[in-house]
């Protein structure tokens, strides 16, 4: 049995088609995921995200504990500052890429992927139990209480600023503030999965089905589905965890370097294998390509060059933008320069594609 | 907006319809076909010359989140496919019946075409849920 977030019934009510998702019942789409795909970039749209995971950690320790842990550092983020990172188990491998949010320093909320806050909040409470000294601090998974809705497109400040009286135009990139609505706190982020600007809005479930609502009425935002949630982040190049990256790769395979803090004084969870990995260089790469052929290369097509297998893809779409077959696929080393033409085999016949830059789309 | 069901045609449990034009049949997907897969952004079909198999595969269309198999009503060979249709699948989702026809064949017999449903069965099967 699926199960549902506190915006079900409205997308029942709204006709959406609902497929299984991370063990959540979530709508793909409402009508056309074309039309969801264009309202999204060229005027907002509104997701409901509230499969997510919301994990707290609070304490005296919490930000030297989540400093050991993640690539990114920890302990150079200010209140009201998002991060994106990474959970890495010991080889390097990543358990789930997430957001890090810096309420005070003492108080921290991960936003994690559905189908891993679990593990992310059983591997955070096991390390918690197994360093010395013990930290003082306390984890609380609110994954269950807390609604996600994440609106998005060039007119989503505009929106906000309209439907509720909280001029959000001025919060940076990457930032999140507090507001007031109905009485009930709203926290909203300047982040997103789509390329475009727009907000993450935390609140409790409660909350949630009027919030849609008050976005939603009056031509306000088109709700959309996973399916134009996937077009627009494979467009913009970010990486679906449990496709473009999992426990059996290393963000230095993902071209994710960026995100990590190498400094000589600080240890993090994954360190050591990902040195040596660079000690001993990569054997595969992350790359973007776009089909030159006919045909949507899906997960795991295998690609080659001449007779070599030397890679397989990760994510495929039709781009609505750019009107290209587009998607990301780990390349062996040596095959992975950028404009590299290599060749996919689909039902029975090779398809050229060549190697390129990512994002796809930049706004 | 299409007639959701085409009295004039002959249809499969695969949603795809049949059009008897004499010596040839017109194929294609249907309406609810169209629908039930959403906004599709890309078709693969045979060459004119290739044969057809009854119940097997002979293209394929994708939305953004699946590829769905075409499966051959009738045995035949392939005489024309609508060639434009290739570049601009997404007729399929506003003509199904008309500029979203997909293929003509020439089948191997042409009686086998009473093997299929009528518009009224195929109503029928598809209100059933199918």
Not at chain 1, 189 to 200: I, K, L, W
Request: aromatic share 8%; glycine share 8%; with cysteine.
């Amino acid at each position: 049995m699926s199960q549902q977030t506190p915006l079900h019934a409205t997308h029942i009510a709204h006709k959406a088609t609902m497929v299984s998702f991370a063990g959540f019942d979530m709508p793909v789409k409402y009508g056309s995921e074309k039309e969801e795909h264009f309202a999204v970039r060229n005027h907002v749209g509104l997701f409901d995200v509230s499969h997510m995971g919301e994990i707290v950690v609070k304490g005296t320790d919490a930000t030297r504990f989540l400093s050991m842990i993640f690539p990114a550092d920890i302990s150079l983020m200010k209140p009201g500052q998002a991060k994106y990172t990474m959970l890495l188990n010991k080889d390097g491998g990543i358990i789930d890429d997430l957001l890090v949010y810096c309420r005070t320093d003492m108080d921290y909320m991960i936003c994690a992927n559905a189908s891993n806050q679990e593990r992310v909040y059983d591997t955070l409470v096991n390390i918690s139990r197994n360093v010395e000294p013990l930290p003082h601090v306390r984890l609380l998974n609110e994954s269950e209480h807390v609604a996600q809705v994440a609106l998005q497109g060039p007119y989503a400040a505009q929106l906000v600023q309209e439907r509720f009286d909280a001029s959000l135009t001025e919060l940076s990139y990457y930032h999140f503030t507090n507001f007031q609505w109905k009485d009930v706190t709203v926290t909203a982020s300047r982040t997103g999965y789509t390329g475009e600007d727009g907000f993450e809005f935390y609140m409790p479930n409660m909350l949630a089905v009027d919030f849609w609502q008050h976005l939603t009425k009056d031509d306000g935002a088109r709700p959309c589905g996973l399916a134009a949630r996937d077009t627009l982040r494979l467009e913009a190049g970010m990486c679906l965890h449990g496709n473009d990256i999992d426990a059996q790769t290393t963000p230095l395979e993902a071209g994710l370097n960026w995100t990590i803090d190498w400094s000589d004084t600080r240890d993090f969870v994954g360190k050591k294998a990902l040195l040596a990995q660079k000690e001993q260089g990569l054997e595969q790469r992350l790359r973007g390509f776009e089909v030159l052929g006919r045909g949507i290369l899906r997960r795991d097509t295998p690609i080659y060059n001449g007779e070599q297998l030397v890679g397989r893809v990760t994510s495929g779409t039709m781009s609505p933008t750019l009107k290209k077959a587009i998607g990301l696929a780990y390349i062996q080393v040596g095959h992975h320069r950028f404009g590299t033409a290599l060749e996919a085999e689909l039902r029975g016949r090779r398809v050229p594609l060549k190697l390129c830059k990512i994002p796809f789309y930049k706004r | 907006m299409s007639e959701t069901i085409k009295a004039s045609l002959k249809y499969t449990k695969e949603h795809e319809w049949v059009q008897d034009m004499g010596e040839y049949l017109r194929i294609g997907i249907t309406h609810h076909a169209q629908d039930q897969l959403g906004d599709v952004v890309y078709l693969e079909l045979p060459a004119p010359g290739d044969r057809i198999e009854s119940g097997d595969t002979f293209g394929v269309v994708e939305i953004v989140k699946a590829v769905s198999d075409l499966y051959a009503p009738i045995s035949g060979e392939v005489v024309a496919i609508n060639a434009p249709l290739v570049d601009t699948p997404e007729v399929i989702n506003t003509s199904p019946y008309d500029s979203g026809w997909m293929l003509e064949i020439k089948p191997d017999d042409k009686n086998s075409i009473n093997d299929l449903m009528s518009a009224e069965a195929y109503k029928e099967f598809v209100e059933n849920g199918a």
